[in-house]
C-alpha cells in the first residue's frame, strides 16, 4: 500500500505510512511541590495540541489534573479523597506539544 509521502515504517504489524504516527516534543519539565498551581509553557501549546503528566518523585498517587490552555499549563489534586498526604508533593510536571 502506498503513502502519500511514499514512506512506509516497519511495525510488529507490518508496513505502516509515516503519515499514521505522531510525534510528540517536551516543551515543558518542571519540578514542583505544591500541589496546586500554575506557569507559563512556551511552545504555542493549546489544549488541542499538548498534553500534561504528573510524575512523582516520592512514591506517592500521581496529582489527578494537569490541564492546559494556551501557553500554561495548571495542576491541582481533583478529589478530596484520599487524603492530601497519600498524593505526591514532589513531582514533575511534563507537558508534551504533539505533533
Known sequence: ????????IRTTNGLEPVENFFSA???YQEVKTSQS???F???GVTINNAVGICLPLDNKIPLGSVS????SVSWARDSTFPATHLFTSNFI???????
Open 1 to 8: 500500500m502506498a503513502s502519500t509521502h511514499g514512506i512506509q
Open 25 to 27: 516534543q517536551v516543551v
Open 37 to 39: 498551581g500554575s506557569d
Open 41 to 43: 509553557c512556551p511552545g
Open 68 to 71: 492546559i490552555s494556551n501557553n
Open 93 to 99: 510536571i511534563r507537558v508534551y506539544r504533539v505533533y
